[in-house]
Protein backbone atom coordinates (compact mmCIF):
# COMPACT_ATOMS: atom_id res chain seq x y z
CA UNK A 1 0.00 0.00 0.00
CA UNK A 2 1.22 3.30 -1.03
CA UNK A 3 0.85 6.26 1.89
CA UNK A 4 1.22 9.86 1.24
CA UNK A 5 5.38 10.72 1.32
CA UNK A 6 6.48 10.32 4.83
CA UNK A 7 2.88 10.17 6.61
CA UNK A 8 2.06 6.80 8.54
CA UNK A 9 -2.25 6.19 7.87
CA UNK A 10 -3.70 7.50 10.76
CA UNK A 11 -2.01 10.86 10.26
CA UNK A 12 -3.89 13.66 8.99
CA UNK A 13 -2.49 15.45 5.68
CA UNK A 14 -3.58 18.38 3.71
CA UNK A 15 -3.71 18.33 -0.57
CA UNK A 16 -5.72 20.85 -2.62
CA UNK A 17 -7.27 18.33 -4.08
CA UNK A 18 -8.81 14.46 -3.05
CA UNK A 19 -9.49 12.52 -6.18
CA UNK A 20 -11.65 9.57 -5.65
CA UNK A 21 -10.57 6.04 -8.16
CA UNK A 22 -7.83 5.60 -10.47
CA UNK A 23 -9.59 4.45 -13.21
CA UNK A 24 -9.83 6.31 -16.96
CA UNK A 25 -11.08 9.45 -15.17
CA UNK A 26 -9.26 9.73 -11.88
CA UNK A 27 -5.98 9.08 -13.66
CA UNK A 28 -6.32 11.85 -16.42
CA UNK A 29 -7.91 14.17 -13.65
CA UNK A 30 -4.26 13.85 -11.83
CA UNK A 31 -2.52 15.15 -14.74
CA UNK A 32 -4.59 18.04 -15.38
CA UNK A 33 -5.04 18.85 -11.51
CA UNK A 34 -0.89 18.52 -11.40
CA UNK A 35 -0.06 20.81 -14.70
CA UNK A 36 -2.31 23.51 -12.41
CA UNK A 37 0.17 22.98 -9.78
CA UNK A 38 -2.23 21.21 -7.10
CA UNK A 39 -1.18 18.78 -4.70
CA UNK A 40 -3.74 15.57 -5.40
CA UNK A 41 -4.00 12.25 -3.95
CA UNK A 42 -5.84 9.94 -5.73
CA UNK A 43 -7.25 7.38 -3.70
CA UNK A 44 -8.03 3.90 -5.18
CA UNK A 45 -10.10 0.83 -3.60
CA UNK A 46 -7.87 -1.81 -6.20
CA UNK A 47 -4.54 -2.87 -5.78
CA UNK A 48 -3.82 -1.79 -9.14
CA UNK A 49 -5.15 1.37 -11.54
CA UNK A 50 -8.12 1.16 -14.07
CA UNK A 51 -11.31 1.13 -12.34
CA UNK A 52 -13.97 -1.04 -14.32
CA UNK A 53 -11.33 -2.43 -16.26
CA UNK A 54 -9.33 -3.11 -13.02
CA UNK A 55 -12.44 -5.64 -11.81
CA UNK A 56 -13.96 -6.60 -14.50
CA UNK A 57 -11.28 -9.52 -15.37
CA UNK A 58 -14.56 -11.90 -16.05
CA UNK A 59 -14.05 -14.59 -19.20
CA UNK A 60 -14.89 -12.84 -22.36
CA UNK A 61 -14.43 -9.16 -21.11
CA UNK A 62 -13.83 -6.85 -23.86
CA UNK A 63 -14.62 -3.20 -24.93
CA UNK A 64 -17.67 -2.72 -27.41
CA UNK A 65 -15.92 0.27 -28.60
CA UNK A 66 -13.45 -0.25 -31.22
CA UNK A 67 -9.62 0.17 -30.04
CA UNK A 68 -8.85 3.13 -32.19
CA UNK A 69 -11.55 5.09 -30.17
CA UNK A 70 -11.42 3.69 -26.85
CA UNK A 71 -8.30 5.09 -25.83
CA UNK A 72 -7.44 8.75 -24.51
CA UNK A 73 -7.16 11.82 -26.83
CA UNK A 74 -5.00 14.08 -24.85
CA UNK A 75 -1.57 12.81 -25.45
CA UNK A 76 -0.38 12.80 -29.00
CA UNK A 77 2.77 11.05 -28.72
CA UNK A 78 0.43 8.41 -26.36
CA UNK A 79 -1.41 7.87 -29.23
CA UNK A 80 0.45 7.75 -31.87
CA UNK A 81 2.90 5.49 -30.05
CA UNK A 82 0.39 2.51 -28.78
CA UNK A 83 -0.26 -0.76 -30.92
CA UNK A 84 -3.62 -1.98 -30.31
CA UNK A 85 -3.71 -5.80 -31.55
CA UNK A 86 -7.89 -5.94 -32.22
CA UNK A 87 -10.15 -4.45 -33.41
CA UNK A 88 -12.76 -4.41 -29.81
CA UNK A 89 -9.98 -4.83 -27.16
CA UNK A 90 -9.69 -7.50 -24.74
CA UNK A 91 -9.80 -5.64 -20.58
CA UNK A 92 -6.04 -7.48 -20.47
CA UNK A 93 -5.04 -4.89 -23.35
CA UNK A 94 -7.05 -2.07 -21.81
CA UNK A 95 -5.23 -2.57 -18.23
CA UNK A 96 -2.20 -2.99 -20.21
CA UNK A 97 -2.93 0.49 -21.58
CA UNK A 98 -3.91 1.88 -18.26
CA UNK A 99 -0.43 1.11 -16.89
CA UNK A 100 1.13 2.15 -19.23
CA UNK A 101 -0.41 5.47 -19.18
CA UNK A 102 0.02 5.61 -15.09
CA UNK A 103 4.14 4.20 -15.64
CA UNK A 104 4.68 7.34 -18.84
CA UNK A 105 3.26 9.48 -17.33
CA UNK A 106 4.98 8.95 -13.83
CA UNK A 107 1.22 8.77 -11.88
CA UNK A 108 1.63 6.51 -9.51
CA UNK A 109 3.24 8.24 -6.63
CA UNK A 110 0.36 10.56 -6.27
CA UNK A 111 -2.08 7.33 -6.11
CA UNK A 112 -2.93 5.91 -2.72
CA UNK A 113 -3.79 2.53 -3.39
CA UNK A 114 -6.01 -0.29 -1.72
CA UNK A 115 -7.39 2.01 0.34
CA UNK A 116 -11.64 3.19 -0.13
CA UNK A 117 -13.38 6.14 0.95
CA UNK A 118 -15.58 5.71 3.30
CA UNK A 119 -16.41 9.28 4.16
CA UNK A 120 -16.89 12.61 2.93
CA UNK A 121 -17.63 15.62 4.78
CA UNK A 122 -17.72 19.15 3.77
CA UNK A 123 -16.18 21.69 6.45
CA UNK A 124 -18.42 24.78 6.82
CA UNK A 125 -16.04 26.76 8.32
CA UNK A 126 -12.83 25.76 6.59
CA UNK A 127 -14.78 25.53 3.03
CA UNK A 128 -12.98 22.46 2.80
CA UNK A 129 -13.66 18.66 2.27
CA UNK A 130 -12.69 15.83 5.21
CA UNK A 131 -11.94 12.30 3.61
CA UNK A 132 -11.77 9.27 5.58
CA UNK A 133 -10.57 6.17 4.36
CA UNK A 134 -11.13 2.57 4.92
CA UNK A 135 -7.38 2.96 6.50
CA UNK A 136 -8.52 5.19 9.35
CA UNK A 137 -6.59 7.84 7.20
CA UNK A 138 -8.30 11.32 7.98
CA UNK A 139 -7.23 13.98 4.52
CA UNK A 140 -8.11 17.10 3.92
CA UNK A 141 -8.46 18.91 0.35
CA UNK A 142 -9.98 22.31 -0.85
CA UNK A 143 -11.39 20.25 -3.85
CA UNK A 144 -12.97 16.13 -3.56
CA UNK A 145 -13.38 15.10 -7.07
CA UNK A 146 -15.28 11.80 -7.83
CA UNK A 147 -13.84 9.94 -10.39
CA UNK A 148 -15.51 6.61 -8.67
CA UNK A 149 -17.31 5.59 -12.21
CA UNK A 150 -20.28 5.09 -13.44
CA UNK A 151 -20.01 1.44 -13.87
CA UNK A 152 -17.88 0.32 -10.18
CA UNK A 153 -20.76 -0.56 -7.63
CA UNK A 154 -21.37 -4.28 -8.42
CA UNK A 155 -24.94 -5.29 -7.69
CA UNK A 156 -25.13 -9.21 -6.62
CA UNK A 157 -28.56 -9.65 -6.07
CA UNK A 158 -30.09 -10.44 -2.26
CA UNK A 159 -30.97 -14.08 -3.18
CA UNK A 160 -32.53 -16.28 -0.41
CA UNK A 161 -30.00 -19.24 0.18
CA UNK A 162 -27.04 -17.81 -1.27
CA UNK A 163 -25.02 -18.72 2.21
CA UNK A 164 -26.06 -22.09 1.44
CA UNK A 165 -24.75 -22.79 -2.03
CA UNK A 166 -21.51 -25.44 -1.63
CA UNK A 167 -19.86 -24.40 -5.05
CA UNK A 168 -17.88 -20.98 -5.52
CA UNK A 169 -20.25 -18.09 -6.58
CA UNK A 170 -18.19 -14.58 -8.49
CA UNK A 171 -19.99 -11.65 -9.98
CA UNK A 172 -18.42 -10.68 -13.61
CA UNK A 173 -17.40 -7.09 -12.12
CA UNK A 174 -15.48 -8.45 -8.64
CA UNK A 175 -13.50 -10.95 -10.95
CA UNK A 176 -10.79 -12.98 -8.62
CA UNK A 177 -7.42 -12.11 -10.02
CA UNK A 178 -6.37 -15.74 -10.18
CA UNK A 179 -7.63 -17.74 -12.74
CA UNK A 180 -11.09 -18.85 -12.50
CA UNK A 181 -10.86 -23.04 -14.39
CA UNK A 182 -14.21 -24.01 -15.20
CA UNK A 183 -13.39 -27.49 -17.06
CA UNK A 184 -15.44 -30.04 -16.76
CA UNK A 185 -18.02 -28.19 -14.32
CA UNK A 186 -21.45 -27.23 -14.21
CA UNK A 187 -21.90 -23.64 -14.47
CA UNK A 188 -24.98 -21.73 -13.52
CA UNK A 189 -24.70 -17.81 -15.19
CA UNK A 190 -27.35 -15.59 -14.07
CA UNK A 191 -28.01 -12.46 -16.18
CA UNK A 192 -27.79 -12.05 -19.84
CA UNK A 193 -26.38 -8.18 -20.39
CA UNK A 194 -23.47 -6.94 -21.99
CA UNK A 195 -21.24 -9.19 -19.26
CA UNK A 196 -23.29 -12.05 -19.76
CA UNK A 197 -23.86 -12.50 -23.01
CA UNK A 198 -19.83 -11.82 -23.68
CA UNK A 199 -19.04 -14.46 -20.80
CA UNK A 200 -21.17 -17.28 -22.02
CA UNK A 201 -19.69 -18.09 -25.05
CA UNK A 202 -16.34 -17.80 -23.32
CA UNK A 203 -17.45 -20.37 -20.38
CA UNK A 204 -18.84 -22.38 -22.59
CA UNK A 205 -15.85 -23.45 -24.46
CA UNK A 206 -14.30 -24.43 -21.14
CA UNK A 207 -17.32 -25.87 -19.10
CA UNK A 208 -19.06 -29.66 -19.19
CA UNK A 209 -22.11 -28.02 -18.69
CA UNK A 210 -23.57 -24.15 -18.84
CA UNK A 211 -27.36 -22.92 -17.56
CA UNK A 212 -28.27 -19.74 -18.31
CA UNK A 213 -30.68 -18.69 -16.13
CA UNK A 214 -32.66 -15.93 -18.62
CA UNK A 215 -35.32 -12.75 -17.04
CA UNK A 216 -35.16 -10.55 -19.92
CA UNK A 217 -33.36 -11.10 -22.94
CA UNK A 218 -31.33 -8.66 -24.75
CA UNK A 219 -30.47 -7.24 -28.39
CA UNK A 220 -27.26 -8.16 -29.25
CA UNK A 221 -25.54 -7.28 -32.80
CA UNK A 222 -21.99 -9.45 -33.88
CA UNK A 223 -18.94 -7.95 -32.95
CA UNK A 224 -17.02 -9.52 -35.95
CA UNK A 225 -14.06 -8.66 -33.98
CA UNK A 226 -10.52 -9.82 -35.13
CA UNK A 227 -6.85 -8.61 -35.42
CA UNK A 228 -6.63 -4.90 -36.33
CA UNK A 229 -4.92 -4.45 -39.79
CA UNK A 230 -1.44 -2.80 -39.30
CA UNK A 231 -2.83 -0.69 -42.56
CA UNK A 232 -6.01 0.22 -40.60
CA UNK A 233 -4.15 1.17 -37.73
CA UNK A 234 -1.84 3.38 -39.52
CA UNK A 235 -4.76 5.47 -41.61
CA UNK A 236 -6.05 6.25 -38.30
CA UNK A 237 -2.97 7.69 -36.61
CA UNK A 238 -2.28 9.28 -39.86
CA UNK A 239 -5.29 11.84 -38.96
CA UNK A 240 -6.03 11.24 -35.26
CA UNK A 241 -6.59 14.45 -34.19
CA UNK A 242 -9.09 15.32 -36.98
CA UNK A 243 -10.99 11.73 -35.65
CA UNK A 244 -11.06 12.45 -32.54
CA UNK A 245 -12.46 15.99 -32.42
CA UNK A 246 -14.95 14.96 -35.33
CA UNK A 247 -16.00 12.21 -32.42
CA UNK A 248 -16.15 14.39 -29.68
CA UNK A 249 -18.52 16.52 -32.47
CA UNK A 250 -21.27 13.43 -32.25
CA UNK A 251 -24.05 12.30 -29.97
CA UNK A 252 -22.26 9.61 -28.62
CA UNK A 253 -18.39 10.55 -28.72
CA UNK A 254 -18.13 7.48 -31.17
CA UNK A 255 -17.67 8.12 -34.76
CA UNK A 256 -20.59 5.39 -35.97
CA UNK A 257 -22.00 5.58 -39.45
CA UNK A 258 -25.04 8.43 -38.06
CA UNK A 259 -27.61 8.26 -40.50
CA UNK A 260 -29.50 11.34 -41.56
CA UNK A 261 -32.92 9.89 -42.94
CA UNK A 262 -35.64 8.69 -41.28
CA UNK A 263 -36.66 4.98 -41.28
CA UNK A 264 -39.82 5.70 -43.13
CA UNK A 265 -38.15 8.22 -46.24
CA UNK A 266 -36.73 4.52 -47.57
CA UNK A 267 -38.90 1.75 -48.78
CA UNK A 268 -39.07 -1.96 -47.27
CA UNK A 269 -36.29 -3.57 -48.98
CA UNK A 270 -33.77 -0.31 -48.59
CA UNK A 271 -34.59 -0.56 -44.73
CA UNK A 272 -33.85 -4.46 -45.08
CA UNK A 273 -30.68 -3.28 -46.81
CA UNK A 274 -29.23 -0.86 -44.70
CA UNK A 275 -29.93 -2.89 -41.35
CA UNK A 276 -28.14 -6.19 -42.98
CA UNK A 277 -24.87 -3.88 -44.27
CA UNK A 278 -24.85 -2.92 -40.85
CA UNK A 279 -24.88 -5.95 -39.27
CA UNK A 280 -22.18 -6.97 -41.20
CA UNK A 281 -20.46 -4.40 -40.11
CA UNK A 282 -21.01 -5.24 -36.46
CA UNK A 283 -21.23 -3.30 -33.30
CA UNK A 284 -23.69 -0.95 -32.11
CA UNK A 285 -23.08 1.10 -34.95
CA UNK A 286 -26.48 -1.21 -36.16
CA UNK A 287 -28.79 1.48 -33.88
CA UNK A 288 -27.87 4.36 -35.92
CA UNK A 289 -28.96 2.78 -39.15
CA UNK A 290 -31.89 5.70 -39.03
CA UNK A 291 -32.21 9.18 -36.97
CA UNK A 292 -36.15 8.05 -35.47
CA UNK A 293 -35.14 4.65 -34.15
CA UNK A 294 -34.50 6.27 -30.59
CA UNK A 295 -37.81 8.64 -30.78
CA UNK A 296 -40.20 6.52 -33.33
CA UNK A 297 -42.07 3.22 -32.06
CA UNK A 298 -42.24 2.19 -35.32
CA UNK A 299 -38.97 2.84 -36.97
CA UNK A 300 -37.36 1.35 -33.75
CA UNK A 301 -39.68 -1.84 -34.22
CA UNK A 302 -38.31 -2.54 -37.79
CA UNK A 303 -34.62 -2.44 -36.41
CA UNK A 304 -35.59 -4.81 -33.70
CA UNK A 305 -38.02 -6.94 -35.66
CA UNK A 306 -34.93 -7.17 -38.21
CA UNK A 307 -32.62 -8.64 -35.25
CA UNK A 308 -35.05 -11.00 -33.80
CA UNK A 309 -35.10 -12.80 -37.10
CA UNK A 310 -30.80 -13.05 -37.09
CA UNK A 311 -31.81 -14.44 -34.16
CA UNK A 312 -34.46 -16.80 -35.11
CA UNK A 313 -32.45 -17.79 -38.10
CA UNK A 314 -29.32 -18.27 -35.88
CA UNK A 315 -30.67 -20.39 -33.07
CA UNK A 316 -31.66 -23.99 -34.41
CA UNK A 317 -34.09 -24.48 -31.16
CA UNK A 318 -37.44 -22.78 -31.33
CA UNK A 319 -37.98 -22.64 -27.76
CA UNK A 320 -34.36 -21.11 -26.93
CA UNK A 321 -34.98 -18.98 -30.34
CA UNK A 322 -38.16 -17.51 -28.99
CA UNK A 323 -37.09 -17.19 -25.48
CA UNK A 324 -33.92 -14.98 -27.10
CA UNK A 325 -35.95 -12.53 -28.63
CA UNK A 326 -36.61 -9.14 -26.73
CA UNK A 327 -40.23 -8.36 -27.11
CA UNK A 328 -40.22 -5.94 -23.97
CA UNK A 329 -38.04 -2.77 -24.90
CA UNK A 330 -37.49 -1.13 -27.62
CA UNK A 331 -34.16 -1.57 -29.05
CA UNK A 332 -30.93 0.29 -27.94
CA UNK A 333 -33.50 1.46 -24.92
CA UNK A 334 -31.84 -0.84 -22.95
CA UNK A 335 -27.75 -0.59 -23.55
CA UNK A 336 -27.25 -2.26 -26.93
CA UNK A 337 -24.44 -5.61 -26.06
CA UNK A 338 -21.83 -7.08 -28.41
CA UNK A 339 -21.13 -10.19 -29.36
CA UNK A 340 -19.01 -13.07 -30.21
CA UNK A 341 -21.10 -16.17 -30.74
CA UNK A 342 -23.88 -15.06 -27.93
CA UNK A 343 -26.63 -16.18 -30.10
CA UNK A 344 -24.98 -19.84 -31.99
CA UNK A 345 -24.01 -21.13 -28.46
CA UNK A 346 -26.81 -21.87 -27.37
CA UNK A 347 -26.81 -24.44 -30.53
CA UNK A 348 -24.26 -26.46 -28.59
CA UNK A 349 -25.83 -29.37 -26.82
CA UNK A 350 -24.65 -28.62 -23.21
CA UNK A 351 -25.58 -25.21 -23.36
CA UNK A 352 -29.24 -24.75 -21.93
CA UNK A 353 -31.93 -21.93 -21.31
CA UNK A 354 -33.97 -21.12 -18.06
CA UNK A 355 -36.89 -18.69 -18.57
CA UNK A 356 -36.89 -17.36 -15.26
CA UNK A 357 -40.01 -15.47 -16.05
CA UNK A 358 -42.09 -18.99 -16.61
CA UNK A 359 -40.46 -20.36 -13.95
CA UNK A 360 -38.73 -17.83 -11.44
CA UNK A 361 -35.96 -18.44 -9.55
CA UNK A 362 -37.05 -18.91 -5.83
CA UNK A 363 -33.53 -19.45 -3.90
CA UNK A 364 -29.73 -20.90 -3.73
CA UNK A 365 -29.47 -24.40 -1.90
CA UNK A 366 -26.42 -26.67 -1.49
CA UNK A 367 -26.39 -27.88 -4.29
CA UNK A 368 -27.51 -25.00 -6.90
CA UNK A 369 -30.27 -22.74 -7.67
CA UNK A 370 -33.56 -23.74 -7.41
CA UNK A 371 -36.55 -22.18 -9.56
CA UNK A 372 -40.29 -23.35 -9.00
CA UNK A 373 -39.68 -26.02 -11.89
CA UNK A 374 -36.64 -27.81 -10.50
CA UNK A 375 -33.04 -28.03 -9.00
CA UNK A 376 -29.87 -27.20 -11.33
CA UNK A 377 -27.15 -28.90 -9.94
CA UNK A 378 -24.05 -26.49 -9.98
CA UNK A 379 -20.51 -26.57 -9.21
CA UNK A 380 -19.93 -22.42 -9.74
CA UNK A 381 -22.82 -19.86 -10.41
CA UNK A 382 -21.61 -16.98 -12.11
CA UNK A 383 -23.61 -13.48 -11.05
CA UNK A 384 -23.68 -10.88 -14.54
CA UNK A 385 -26.07 -9.25 -12.48
CA UNK A 386 -24.91 -5.90 -13.43
CA UNK A 387 -24.41 -2.55 -11.37
CA UNK A 388 -25.92 0.15 -8.96
CA UNK A 389 -25.23 2.11 -11.69
CA UNK A 390 -24.48 6.05 -12.34
CA UNK A 391 -24.98 7.19 -8.57
CA UNK A 392 -24.33 3.82 -6.63
CA UNK A 393 -20.55 4.27 -6.56
CA UNK A 394 -21.24 7.63 -4.52
CA UNK A 395 -24.19 6.14 -2.34
CA UNK A 396 -21.81 3.96 -1.16
CA UNK A 397 -19.57 6.33 0.76
CA UNK A 398 -21.16 8.95 3.43
CA UNK A 399 -20.76 12.07 1.10
CA UNK A 400 -21.99 15.02 3.29
CA UNK A 401 -22.11 18.30 1.96
CA UNK A 402 -23.28 21.47 3.76
CA UNK A 403 -25.32 21.23 7.05
CA UNK A 404 -24.47 17.69 6.88
CA UNK A 405 -26.70 16.89 4.34
CA UNK A 406 -26.11 13.19 2.74
CA UNK A 407 -25.90 12.96 -1.05
CA UNK A 408 -27.89 9.78 -1.46
CA UNK A 409 -30.41 12.05 0.99
CA UNK A 410 -30.44 15.33 -1.70
CA UNK A 411 -30.69 12.07 -4.26
CA UNK A 412 -33.17 10.01 -2.58
CA UNK A 413 -35.91 11.44 -5.78
CA UNK A 414 -33.61 10.82 -8.00
CA UNK A 415 -30.39 12.63 -9.00
CA UNK A 416 -29.98 16.38 -9.13
CA UNK A 417 -26.71 18.20 -10.36
CA UNK A 418 -25.58 21.07 -12.31
CA UNK A 419 -24.42 19.74 -15.64
CA UNK A 420 -23.92 16.44 -13.80
CA UNK A 421 -20.27 18.33 -12.69
CA UNK A 422 -21.52 19.66 -9.75
CA UNK A 423 -24.36 19.57 -7.03
CA UNK A 424 -25.72 22.44 -5.21
CA UNK A 425 -24.88 22.56 -1.37
CA UNK A 426 -22.11 20.82 -1.75
CA UNK A 427 -19.18 23.48 -2.70
CA UNK A 428 -15.91 22.37 -4.06
CA UNK A 429 -16.91 18.95 -5.22
CA UNK A 430 -16.80 17.76 -8.36
CA UNK A 431 -18.19 14.56 -10.37
CA UNK A 432 -16.29 13.25 -13.56
CA UNK A 433 -19.69 11.69 -15.41
CA UNK A 434 -21.81 12.42 -13.00
CA UNK A 435 -25.62 11.96 -13.54
CA UNK A 436 -27.62 14.52 -15.83
CA UNK A 437 -24.35 14.42 -18.06
CA UNK A 438 -24.27 12.23 -21.42
CA UNK A 439 -21.63 9.56 -19.42
CA UNK A 440 -22.71 6.21 -19.92
CA UNK A 441 -24.53 6.99 -23.28
CA UNK A 442 -21.08 7.64 -24.71
CA UNK A 443 -17.49 6.63 -25.73
CA UNK A 444 -16.68 7.12 -22.00
CA UNK A 445 -13.48 8.14 -22.73
CA UNK A 446 -14.18 10.85 -24.58
CA UNK A 447 -16.69 11.96 -21.93
CA UNK A 448 -14.15 11.71 -19.28
CA UNK A 449 -11.46 14.01 -21.41
CA UNK A 450 -14.40 16.48 -22.00
CA UNK A 451 -15.22 16.93 -17.72
CA UNK A 452 -11.77 16.39 -17.04
CA UNK A 453 -10.88 19.73 -19.11
CA UNK A 454 -14.16 21.50 -18.33
CA UNK A 455 -12.72 21.25 -14.17
CA UNK A 456 -9.76 21.44 -14.86
CA UNK A 457 -10.17 24.96 -16.96
CA UNK A 458 -12.80 26.27 -14.27
CA UNK A 459 -10.09 25.38 -11.26
CA UNK A 460 -7.49 27.51 -13.72
CA UNK A 461 -10.21 30.34 -13.77
CA UNK A 462 -10.32 30.01 -9.91
CA UNK A 463 -6.57 30.40 -9.95
CA UNK A 464 -6.77 33.51 -11.74
CA UNK A 465 -9.24 35.39 -10.18
CA UNK A 466 -7.70 34.33 -6.95
CA UNK A 467 -11.01 32.32 -5.62
CA UNK A 468 -11.24 29.34 -3.72
CA UNK A 469 -14.46 28.35 -3.56
CA UNK A 470 -17.14 26.74 -5.96
CA UNK A 471 -20.57 26.04 -5.75
CA UNK A 472 -23.51 25.78 -8.36
CA UNK A 473 -26.76 28.13 -7.22
CA UNK A 474 -30.07 26.01 -6.30
CA UNK A 475 -31.29 27.87 -9.64
CA UNK A 476 -29.31 26.90 -12.02
CA UNK A 477 -29.30 23.48 -10.59
CA UNK A 478 -32.89 23.32 -11.19
CA UNK A 479 -32.79 24.86 -14.65
CA UNK A 480 -30.29 21.73 -15.66
CA UNK A 481 -32.69 19.25 -14.22
CA UNK A 482 -35.66 19.93 -16.07
CA UNK A 483 -33.72 20.38 -19.35
CA UNK A 484 -32.14 16.71 -18.62
CA UNK A 485 -36.07 15.26 -17.60
CA UNK A 486 -37.58 17.05 -20.86
CA UNK A 487 -35.01 15.96 -23.45
CA UNK A 488 -35.24 12.74 -21.59
CA UNK A 489 -39.09 12.50 -22.35
CA UNK A 490 -38.80 13.13 -26.16
CA UNK A 491 -37.29 9.59 -26.65
CA UNK A 492 -38.38 5.96 -26.24
CA UNK A 493 -35.76 5.45 -23.25
CA UNK A 494 -37.96 6.46 -20.47
CA UNK A 495 -40.59 3.47 -21.48
CA UNK A 496 -38.10 0.59 -20.75
CA UNK A 497 -37.17 -0.35 -17.26
CA UNK A 498 -33.39 -0.62 -17.75
CA UNK A 499 -30.58 0.03 -15.53
CA UNK A 500 -30.19 3.77 -17.31
CA UNK A 501 -33.18 4.22 -15.47
CA UNK A 502 -32.29 3.29 -12.30
CA UNK A 503 -35.11 0.31 -12.51
CA UNK A 504 -32.71 -2.65 -12.20
CA UNK A 505 -31.80 -1.85 -7.88
CA UNK A 506 -35.09 -1.64 -5.63
CA UNK A 507 -36.40 0.97 -4.62
CA UNK A 508 -34.47 3.55 -6.51
CA UNK A 509 -36.50 6.44 -7.97
CA UNK A 510 -37.18 5.72 -12.00
CA UNK A 511 -35.06 8.87 -13.52
CA UNK A 512 -33.38 8.47 -17.21
CA UNK A 513 -29.47 8.66 -15.26
CA UNK A 514 -27.52 10.06 -18.00
CA UNK A 515 -28.47 13.30 -20.30
CA UNK A 516 -29.44 12.09 -23.62
CA UNK A 517 -29.37 15.22 -25.71
CA UNK A 518 -25.98 14.56 -26.99
CA UNK A 519 -22.46 14.86 -26.23
CA UNK A 520 -22.06 17.15 -28.82
CA UNK A 521 -24.64 19.52 -27.69
CA UNK A 522 -23.92 19.32 -23.99
CA UNK A 523 -20.45 19.94 -24.56
CA UNK A 524 -21.66 22.77 -26.39
CA UNK A 525 -23.50 23.96 -23.20
CA UNK A 526 -20.55 23.48 -20.88
CA UNK A 527 -18.38 25.68 -23.40
CA UNK A 528 -20.95 28.39 -23.06
CA UNK A 529 -21.39 28.50 -19.84
CA UNK A 530 -17.39 28.87 -19.60
CA UNK A 531 -17.78 32.01 -22.58
CA UNK A 532 -20.07 33.22 -20.38
CA UNK A 533 -18.14 33.64 -17.40
CA UNK A 534 -19.61 30.37 -15.77
CA UNK A 535 -23.10 31.85 -15.04
CA UNK A 536 -24.77 29.33 -12.63
CA UNK A 537 -22.03 29.16 -10.05
CA UNK A 538 -21.18 31.26 -7.04
CA UNK A 539 -17.42 31.77 -6.62
CA UNK A 540 -16.02 32.56 -2.99
CA UNK A 541 -19.22 33.15 -0.74
CA UNK A 542 -17.73 31.00 1.86
CA UNK A 543 -19.36 30.39 5.24
CA UNK A 544 -16.30 30.52 7.04
CA UNK A 545 -14.35 33.80 7.83
CA UNK A 546 -10.94 33.34 7.24
CA UNK A 547 -8.51 33.94 10.53
P1 LIG B 1 -26.87 -5.42 -16.94
O1 LIG B 1 -26.89 -4.92 -18.30
O2 LIG B 1 -27.56 -4.63 -15.88
O3 LIG B 1 -27.46 -6.89 -16.98
C1 LIG B 1 -27.77 -7.57 -15.80
C2 LIG B 1 -28.49 -8.84 -16.12
O4 LIG B 1 -28.73 -9.54 -14.92
C3 LIG B 1 -29.85 -8.62 -16.78
O5 LIG B 1 -30.08 -9.62 -17.72
C4 LIG B 1 -30.81 -8.75 -15.60
O6 LIG B 1 -32.10 -9.12 -15.94
C5 LIG B 1 -30.13 -9.84 -14.81
N1 LIG B 1 -30.50 -9.83 -13.41
C6 LIG B 1 -30.24 -8.87 -12.50
N2 LIG B 1 -30.74 -9.23 -11.30
C7 LIG B 1 -31.32 -10.44 -11.47
C8 LIG B 1 -32.02 -11.32 -10.61
N3 LIG B 1 -32.22 -11.02 -9.34
N4 LIG B 1 -32.46 -12.47 -11.12
C9 LIG B 1 -32.27 -12.78 -12.40
N5 LIG B 1 -31.63 -11.98 -13.29
C10 LIG B 1 -31.16 -10.83 -12.81
O7 LIG B 1 -25.38 -5.65 -16.40
P2 LIG B 1 -24.05 -5.97 -17.24
O8 LIG B 1 -24.29 -7.03 -18.21
O9 LIG B 1 -22.96 -6.13 -16.26
O10 LIG B 1 -23.80 -4.64 -18.06
C11 LIG B 1 -23.87 -3.37 -17.45
C12 LIG B 1 -23.29 -2.35 -18.39
O11 LIG B 1 -21.87 -2.41 -18.31
C13 LIG B 1 -23.58 -2.58 -19.84
O12 LIG B 1 -24.87 -2.21 -20.21
C14 LIG B 1 -22.49 -1.79 -20.50
O13 LIG B 1 -22.76 -0.41 -20.46
C15 LIG B 1 -21.33 -2.08 -19.56
N6 LIG B 1 -20.58 -3.22 -20.08
C16 LIG B 1 -19.94 -3.05 -21.26
C17 LIG B 1 -19.26 -4.09 -21.81
C18 LIG B 1 -18.59 -3.89 -23.12
O14 LIG B 1 -18.06 -2.85 -23.39
N7 LIG B 1 -18.63 -4.86 -23.96
C19 LIG B 1 -19.21 -5.32 -21.18
C20 LIG B 1 -19.87 -5.47 -19.98
C21 LIG B 1 -20.54 -4.40 -19.43
P3 LIG B 1 -33.26 -8.01 -16.12
O15 LIG B 1 -32.95 -7.33 -17.42
O16 LIG B 1 -34.51 -8.77 -16.11
O17 LIG B 1 -33.13 -7.07 -14.95
Redesign the pocket.
Known amino acids: MTHPAGSSPSETKDYDAIVIGAGFAGLYMLIRLRQLGLSVRVIEAGDGVGG?WYW?RYPG?????ESMQYSYSFSEELQQSWQWSER?PRQEEILRYINHVADRFDLRRDICLNTRVTQARYDEAADDWHVQTDGKQTLKARFLISAAG??SA??V???AGLADFKGRWYH??NWPHEAVDFTGQRVGV?????????LIPTIARQAKEVVV??????FSIPAWNGPLPEDDQRAWKAQYAQMRAKARNTRSGVLYDYSQRSAFEVDEAERQAEFERRWQRGGANFTHAFNDIFTNPAANESAAEFVRHKIRSTVTDPRKAALLAPTDHAIGT??I??DTDYYATFNLPHVDLVD?RATP?QSLVAEGIQTTAQTYALDSIV?????D?VTGALDRIELRGRGGLALKDKWAQGPRTFLGLMAAGFPNFFIITGPGSPS?LTNVIVAIEQHVDWIARCLAHMQASGSTHIEPLASAENDWVAHVDQVASGTLFTQT???YMG??IPGKPKVLLPYVGGLQNYTAICEKVIADGYPGLQFDAPTHQPA
Open positions: TNARCDVYCLAKPDMTGIGTGSSGIQFQRTPNKRCVLLFATGYAVDSWAN
